[in-house]
């Protein structure tokens, strides 16, 4: 089985932080999570699953959306099998529900049909 679990959301005022992670397990990730870049996406209510930020497999190449630029920050950490999401400045319009989802591509795609593996999600909620 492949598992992806998210965990550090929850509610923060506007101009917070949170620090999300995605944390990989599994006879898939065990050995070879370093095999696969990663992706965070968001989903806020009533809205599509949106792309959010990439990171390549040795975490040496970023991308981010455009709206999140300045603010957010993908990491890896490929010895523990986690990925990470620094979120700074939130603001309203961040609150969603986070996806970490793992891609067989090496270049960053932004559609969802580019990634395998999906973690079940964690909410952040963003009060102004």
């Known amino acids: 089985q492949v598992q992806l679990v998210e965990s550090g959301g929850g509610l923060v005022q506007a101009g917070g932080s949170l620090r999300l992670s995605c944390a990989a397990s599994?006879?898939?990730?065990?050995?070879?999570?370093?095999?696969?870049?990663m992706g965070w996406f968001r989903q806020a209510p009533g809205k599509e699953r949106a792309f959010v930020a990439w990171?390549?497999?040795?975490?040496?190449?970023?991308y981010y959306t455009d709206s999140v630029k300045g603010r957010f920050t993908i990491s890896r950490d490929n010895a523990k099998n986690t990925v990470y999401l620094q979120m700074n400045s939130l603001k309203a319009e961040d609150t969603a529900v986070y996806y970490c989802?793992?891609?067989?591509?090496?270049?960053?795609?932004?559609?969802?049909?580019?990634?395998?593996?999906w973690g079940q999600g964690t909410q952040v909620t963003v009060s102004s």
């Open positions: 599994g006879r898939t990730f065990s050995s070879t999570f370093s095999s696969y870049a």
């Open positions: 989802a793992a891609s067989a591509y090496l270049i960053p795609y932004t559609s969802r049909e580019r990634y395998d593996y």
């Open positions: 990171i390549s497999r040795s975490g040496s190449s970023t």
